[in-house]
């Protein structure tokens, strides 16, 4: 049964959207996971219900809120629903949409700060921009307030990460993101939700890649292309194989896959560059050597990380839950060939480490999570040579000048008041 939701002032019947509810409790601040589980909650109280009003779908969400979290929490979306009449956000191009609380927390996140001080510093001023009655604000001037306000709040440096990360996202550069791993490391976990994060919505994985090739090119032609990366070395053409050492021989069977899939690669990275779209290329076949097939007149941030499960228990731990979760994937496969795959995430690592590309230990995800977003705020940081001013509008070197000694809130009224030109920078078209 679909249920309608209610508008009586607007005199309006709509069908409940999961979706739409998702997006309104990540901009109140809540995690992907944790909105996408509460939403899926309230969907299945309304199940059986036909009709509901706003005020009663308003009241059915608090309650979960309150039973999962606490009252800053519910209060917090609240606001979130009152904030579209109170406080508009107008674009470079002159489009408007309603202040996100969620939204902000989430480019703080991507410009490297932990989750807790992006919180804080966004709660610190959306309700500054409420205490100062700002019902408009331009992105050029929440921009240099939140700067003004990291400076004063977190320090130099942190400011500094946002004004990098706020100069990438209007530069229309596109960011390529290789992320490599062997088996059970959590590369398409990681893809999706640093794709989520940074806002990047083109995914490749490699496994795909090599499905792809593999229902084009016949077993008997390519029989290495068939297998396994830990298993094909077995289809190589060498006859003393039993002779051989088996680190050496995985090393090369995973070679020989990755020479085959580096034109699909190739070719998928020439065309997001091409379109100026960043893209996430995830596979144990995202090696680090693909990056010296991006033209160096590209224009393109390029980071490569190397995921690793560190501890042999845990790697097992991990492919004996894709059993019960997801048995399409064969796990019990991997567990028989457990050892293979830690030989050949052995040597994975040594070839990060002989390209001398970050490794980042996945043990722990969200430090994995905030590990890699770091990574790739420091490619930035070495490329980046500009000023606040040049950011976000010249305008905004004089009220520096005009604010010496006053606080950032001091600040405020000055930055609304001001009619910022826009800097040389270019709208964003990431993601």
Not at 113 to 136: C, F, K, M, P
Not at 142 to 168: D, H, I, N, P
Not at 181 to 208: F, W, Y
Not at 237 to 255: F, H, N, S, T, V
């Amino acid at each position: 049964m679909k249920t309608f939701v209610i508008n009586q002032q607007e005199n309006s019947r709509t069908p409940f959207l999961r979706g739409i509810l998702i997006r309104n409790l990540i901009a109140a601040g809540l995690p992907f996971e944790e909105a996408y589980e509460l939403a899926n909650q309230v969907r299945e109280e309304l199940a059986e219900i036909e009709e509901i009003s706003i005020a009663d779908l308003d009241r059915l969400v608090s309650a979960q809120l309150d039973s999962r979290y606490n009252a800053e929490i519910r209060a917090q979306y609240r606001s979130h629903l009152a904030a579209p009449s109170k406080i508009k956000v107008t674009s470079q191009g002159g489009a408007e949409s309603a202040f996100s609380r969620g939204q902000l927390q989430r480019s703080l996140q991507s410009s490297a700060l932990r989750a807790e001080d992006a919180e804080q510093i966004t709660s610190h001023i959306y309700n500054q921009l409420l205490t100062a009655g700002v019902n408009q604000i331009s992105t050029n001037q929440l921009g240099y307030l939140t700067f003004a306000c990291l400076q004063q709040e977190l320090g130099k440096a942190a400011a500094r990460q946002y004004l990098v990360w706020s100069e990438f996202t209007r530069s229309g550069r596109p960011l390529l993101l290789l992320i490599c791993g062997a088996v059970g490391s959590g590369k398409s976990s990681m893809a999706t939700e640093i794709g989520h994060r940074l806002d990047i919505v083109r995914l490749q994985s490699t496994d795909m890649l090599r499905e792809v090739m593999r229902s084009v090119i016949p077993k008997k032609l390519l029989p290495v292309l068939h297998c396994s990366s830990f298993d094909a070395w077995k289809k190589l053409p060498i006859d003393d194989k039993q002779g051989r050492d088996q680190d050496m021989l995985i090393a090369e069977g995973y070679r020989s896959q990755s020479d085959l899939l580096a034109l699909a690669c190739e070719s998928v990275m020439r065309r997001a560059i091409r379109e100026s779209t960043s893209l996430i290329l995830e596979g144990v076949h995202a090696q680090p050597e693909l990056l010296q097939l991006v033209p160096a007149d590209s224009g393109v941030i390029m980071v490569h990380v190397t995921l690793a499960v560190m501890k042999e228990k845990v790697l097992k731990t991990r492919l004996q839950g894709r059993s019960a979760s997801q048995p399409q994937r064969r796990a019990k496969r991997y567990l028989k060939k457990f050892d293979s795959i830690w030989r050949l995430q052995n040597f994975v690592l040594s070839e990060a480490e002989r390209c001398d590309t970050p490794i980042i230990p996945n043990d722990d995800r969200e430090a994995a999570i905030f590990q890699l977003i770091s990574t790739i705020n420091q490619e930035l940081s070495r490329q980046f040579r500009g000023t606040p001013a040049e950011v976000f509008g010249r305008e905004f070197e004089r009220i520096r000048r005009q604010s010496t000694g006053k606080t950032w809130q001091q600040q405020l009224p000055l930055m609304v008041q001001a009619k910022v030109a826009p800097g040389p920078s270019k709208p964003a078209k990431h993601g």
